[in-house]
């Protein structure tokens, strides 16, 4: 694992950039988040409810029919198959109990494709507690039926109407509205973004996803790692989990795949490591995508939960230091990834875990390799992207 410093920074890239009306509700949770985390009584809990609510440990799933067609070992890492449809709710439940533990009564959260959302709702509804979601109106429009699932589970989604009208601007919203209700009110964010401690909370929530790789490549494979981990990255939760155990591992690649949406110079891409440069975005140093003057430069993506303008800081680290490599894959190069593995193996993902499987296509690597791609999500939510597509 990469260790976090003692001000919330991995090398260059973290820390907390908050206004001051917001520092309470940080210091609150900096405060008491790892004393709580490493209590028996919340791992206990956390365990229980992975196992017999979520249904972990998820598969690793030996993928023939795709390995013999990209020629390597590769392994699909079946999150997709967690209650609500993918790996967000590892992240929810894990803070949905800790914001019991603080003895808050009313959650809040942001979505983009709405898996968090629809995350979010779902361990409210069994914790009884208030759930807000904001949804920027265009993802609300591609994701509706998430949307449904959100008010069908009992939370408030609100539209967030400003900006490009995406996954960016219901962060902004979602952070106004806990700045005016500090007391009560905790806020989940669904990725390895935003002020410490969230981005290693949100890891360390998500590190189960590798925790259980590392036993059952050693089941499948007679050692406990791959040659490469392939994840897509927005914000990158997914990617953060799938790579937590390796990091300090240099024989395992880490392959983080970003969504180049029309193309890197297209003026239409969420390609952050490529188009983004050092910046301050939701309370922490990154990379973000940004005019001269430093301006958010608004992000394109067909896959609503790529659609982000920066990655976590942890992934920042990653790209700046060499550890991670990472690759750009535009929307018509995902959706053929998608139909691929429809086709293949029977599994339709989510456009944001199809990036993944397209850059297969972009790297290197030998036949005898052992491939993980984590398939973050299932393609539910994403059938109408897929018939306005049409191209199957």
Not at 132 to 143: I, K, L
Not at 294 to 299: C, H, K
Request: net charge negative.
């Amino acid at each position: 694992m990469i260790k976090v410093d003692e001000h919330g920074f991995y090398g260059n890239y973290g820390g907390a950039y908050i206004p001051e009306m917001l520092y309470p509700n940080i210091e609150e949770l900096r405060e008491n988040y790892e004393a709580i985390m490493e209590s028996g009584e919340f791992k206990q809990e956390f365990q229980t409810l992975l196992r017999d609510y979520v249904g972990r440990p998820t598969p690793l799933f030996f993928a023939q029919r795709l390995s013999e067609k990209h020629k390597a070992r590769i392994y699909l890492k079946r999150e997709d198959l967690c209650h609500t449809g993918a790996h967000k709710v590892n992240n929810t439940i894990g803070q949905i109990i800790l914001a019991k533990k603080l003895g808050k009564k009313r959650i809040i959260a942001e979505t983009g494709a709405g898996q968090h959302g629809v995350a979010t709702a779902t361990v409210c509804a069994l914790m009884g507690m208030e759930c807000t979601v904001y949804m920027g109106e265009v993802d609300m429009a591609r994701q509706k039926p998430n949307v449904e699932r959100m008010r069908i589970l009992g939370a408030e989604v609100v539209p967030a109407t400003s900006g490009s009208k995406t996954l960016k601007d219901a962060t902004n919203e979602a952070m106004r509205q806990w700045i005016n209700n500090p007391v009560d009110t905790h806020y989940i964010i669904g990725s390895v973004v935003g002020p410490h401690p969230y981005p290693e909370m949100v890891a360390r929530f998500q590190s189960v996803i590798s925790e259980e790789i590392k036993i059952q490549l050693q089941e499948k494979e007679g050692r406990d790692y791959p040659d490469l981990i392939i994840a897509c990255v927005g914000g990158g939760s997914n990617a953060a989990g799938a790579f937590y155990h390796y990091y300090n591992r240099p024989e395992v690649r880490l392959v983080a795949v970003e969504a180049a949406g029309l193309g890197v110079t297209s003026g239409k891409s969420a390609a952050t490591t490529v188009l983004g440069k050092p910046g301050i975005l939701h309370g922490s140093r990154t990379l973000l995508m940004q005019t001269e003057d430093g301006q958010v430069v608004e992000p394109h993506s067909i896959s609503a939960g790529l659609d982000y303008p920066g990655i976590g800081p942890v992934h920042a680290h990653l790209f700046e230091s060499g550890r991670g490599e990472f690759v750009a894959v535009e929307d018509e190069q995902a959706m053929r990834a998608g139909i691929e593995l429809s086709r293949l193996e029977g599994i339709i993902p989510a456009i944001e875990s199809a990036h993944a499987f397209s850059a297969l296509n972009q790297i290197k690597y030998k036949s005898d390799d052992v491939i993980v791609i984590n398939l973050s999500g299932r393609g539910d939510k994403d059938l109408e992207t897929y018939i306005k597509w049409g191209n199957y």
